[in-house]
């Protein structure tokens, strides 16, 4: 039987879980829902859902519903659900960045015949809307699960089953955890970034020459700050109780640094930076989502004109995809390198075979 999945928010990770979820089921008929009309129109003439549903009351007939909107508004949109008749063991399940405040919110679900599994693939993009969605975007992510006290496992297969087209890693964790562990290393560094953006544009004001000069260390730092401001003031008010001890732990950090440097203390800085150097370094390359989403190859490449569109070219004929681009290096009389982002590591490994083969010295991320 052909099984009806409805996903209320069609923006990037609505829109790519449709992909991927047709990926693994091709047979599933894909409903989707958005407040906003046109990312509804735009879902349904790029093919990422099937039917586009009037209003939510059209999760009535499903046998799985993804939330897919902002933390604030998923709230809201299990409230109304939790007014709908939906159907008998039907799977509930949302995407948001935080876990603690959604699976709370789970209690509307009580006595209606439907389970709610709170949900995190953590693998993202500073993009939003439905037309930055990519199937593959969640592959070898991890796809942190917080089942609440009622969940059986076989209901957990169920839907790790629907998901299993994202090619994500599941990971079973209590949501408080999830919480703490996504403050750190993805809430805390977005503040970071955008506080830096702000710091230099303020700069900017009086020197303009200042952005104009914003380079590559300030570009990778930063890239994260052109997500949506919604998406991530939900985020920092629905994780602000495990956030504001560690902003009070990062002043500190600040402050240890800053003391060094007045102390003119030059053993303290080098080591500073080195035990940081040391500890990411080990960070795993090729693990995909929090940590790192691009499989990188760096080639170099010597100073002479059309040497990219050379590497491009080599690729291009072998079909492997580039998601990004970068010359991190090129002056006049020395050789450049090049950054090339690939979806997936066998992507990776051909591409790096095949530059190889044209006498092109590549090398991965350390
Ligand atoms: N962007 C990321 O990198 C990323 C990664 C993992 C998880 N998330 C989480 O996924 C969720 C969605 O993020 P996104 O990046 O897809 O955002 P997005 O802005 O691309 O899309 C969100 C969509 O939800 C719609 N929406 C808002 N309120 C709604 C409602 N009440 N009913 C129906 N639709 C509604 C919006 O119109 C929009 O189209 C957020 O909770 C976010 O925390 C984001
Ligand atoms: O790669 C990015 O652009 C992201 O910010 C993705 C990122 C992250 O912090 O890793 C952002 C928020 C989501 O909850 C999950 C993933």
Redesign the pocket.
Same mark, same amino acid.
């Given at each position: 039987m052909t099984k009806k999945i409805f996903i209320a928010g069609l923006g990037l990770i609505g829109g790519s879980l449709a992909l991927a979820v047709k990926a693994g089921h091709p047979k599933a008929e894909i409903i989707g829902f958005d407040l906003n009309e046109k990312a509804m129109k735009l879902a349904s003439s790029l093919q990422i859902i099937d039917h586009a549903a009037d209003s939510l009351a059209g999760a009535e007939e499903a046998d799985f519903i993804i939330i897919a909107a902002p933390v604030e508004s998923s709230l809201t949109v299990m409230d109304e659900l939790a007014g709908l008749s939906l159907k008998e063991g039907a799977v509930i399940t949302d995407v948001? +960045?935080t876990k603690q405040s959604v699976v709370e919110k789970a209690c509307v679900f009580a006595g209606s015949g439907a389970i709610f599994i709170g949900g995190? /693939?953590? =693998? *993202? +993009? @500073?993009?939003s809307g439905v037309e930055a969605s990519r199937e593959r975007l969640f592959e070898n992510a991890f796809y942190v699960l917080t089942p609440g006290p009622d969940v059986t496992d076989s209901m957990l297969i169920k839907l790790q089953n629907l998901l299993r087209g994202t090619k994500a890693k599941f990971l079973r964790l209590e949501a408080a955890d999830h919480d703490r562990y =996504?403050g750190l %290393? +993805? @809430?805390l /560094? @977005?503040i970071i970034a955008s506080a830096l953006v702000h710091e230099v544009e303020e700069a900017g004001k009086e020197e303009p020459l200042v952005q104009q000069l914003a380079a590559g260390g300030f570009r990778d730092i930063t890239?994260?700050a052109s =997500?949506s401001p919604t998406?991530w003031r939900d %985020?920092l008010v629905h994780n602000k109780e495990t956030l504001l001890p560690m902003l009070e732990s990062w002043k500190n950090r600040l402050h240890g640094i800053e003391q060094l440097l007045r102390e003119d203390d030059s053993e303290g800085i080098y080591a500073f930076f080195e035990r940081a150097k040391s500890s990411r370094d080990k960070l795993p390359s090729r693990q995909k *989502? =929090?940590?790192l /989403?691009f499989y990188d190859l760096f080639v170099d490449i010597p100073d002479h004109p059309g040497v990219i569109s050379d590497v491009t070219g080599l690729l291009a004929v072998q079909n492997i995809s580039i998601t990004n681009i970068r010359i991190i290096e090129a002056r006049e009389g020395i050789m450049g390198v090049l950054r090339l982002s690939f979806r997936s590591e066998s992507d990776l490994i051909y591409a790096k075979q095949v530059l190889e083969e044209h006498m092109y010295e590549t090398y991965e991320a350390p």
């Open positions: 948001g +960045s995190h /693939p953590m =693998a *993202g +993009s @500073h993009k =996504a %290393i +993805s @809430h /560094p @977005h890239r994260i =997500a998406m %985020i *989502g =929090a940590m /989403p």
